[in-house]
């Protein structure tokens, strides 16, 4: 299995606070992703990272920051948490080309 | 933009049954890869197939079978002979590279959940 963490696995907070999810990896992948799974929506892509300090938006990136300050971290941030990002979230790395992504084992966030 | 279409959103069957969750997707791009995951009840994401745009031949893994089709720009699996342990949510997803940072984004489709009942 692809060294991929993520913490906190579960996480119930409320509306307005602070939220930083954490992927970790042990593999030095170049590529590292965040994306979000909703019912009726599969995986889309908040944020993405291709190096240390270099990142870029995905699809769904509003309201979400991400910051990359060495190679295996990458951190997600809902600066003030609403409703709407009540969601799993799950990593991911890739390496060079075409490789396939593998992710982590998710984030359960509820926000009330 | 780029599209991936999975038009069966559940599928039931019964247990040593064959099965085919259909994938259809839009692309601009004449490089881009394909790509089949599963997810379980427990939720993680296990990569099943990668295949490449210039790569048409077909793939089998044991029960599991793949047929890309670019004139109909699908990428369909098969499951032969389901069991139980092949309950899951599969996604189908596209590739392409993203010219501004040389990084390869999926695309999903929205996943066919697939029900083996005993």
């Known amino acids: 299995d692809a060294g991929i963490t993520q913490s906190p696995r579960h996480k119930v907070t409320e509306t307005g606070t602070p939220v930083t999810l954490r992927c970790h990896q042990t593999?030095?992948?170049?590529?590292m992703y965040w994306y979000r799974q909703d019912p009726g929506h599969g995986l889309r892509l908040i944020h993405y990272?291709?190096?240390?300090?270099?990142?870029d938006k995905g699809e769904v990136s509003d309201g979400y920051s991400v910051s990359r300050s060495k190679t295996e971290d990458f951190l997600l941030t809902l600066e003030s948490a609403t409703s709407s990002q009540t969601s799993v979230y799950f990593c991911a790395i890739g390496q060079e080309g075409n490789q396939p992504q593998h992710f982590g084992d998710g984030t359960r966030l509820s926000i009330l | 933009a780029q599209k991936v279409t999975q038009a069966q959103t559940e599928i039931s069957v019964v247990e040593k049954e064959d099965v085919t969750l259909d994938c259809v997707y839009e692309t601009r791009d004449t490089t881009y890869y394909l790509f089949w995951y599963k997810q379980p009840p427990s939720g993680e994401l296990v990569f099943l197939i990668r295949r490449n745009s210039f790569d048409e031949q077909n793939e089998i893994s044991g029960r599991y079978s793949w047929n890309f089709q670019k004139s109909t720009s699908s990428f369909n699996f098969t499951i032969t002979a389901s069991q139980v342990v092949d309950s899951a949510v599969y996604f189908c997803?596209?590739?392409?590279?993203?010219?501004?940072?040389?990084?390869?984004?999926?695309?999903f489709g929205k996943g066919t959940k697939l029900s083996v009942i005993p």
């Open positions: 997803a596209l590739s392409e590279v993203y010219s501004g940072a040389g990084s390869y984004q999926l695309t």
């Open positions: 990272s291709y190096g240390v300090k270099d990142t």
């Open positions: 593999e030095n992948h170049r590529y």
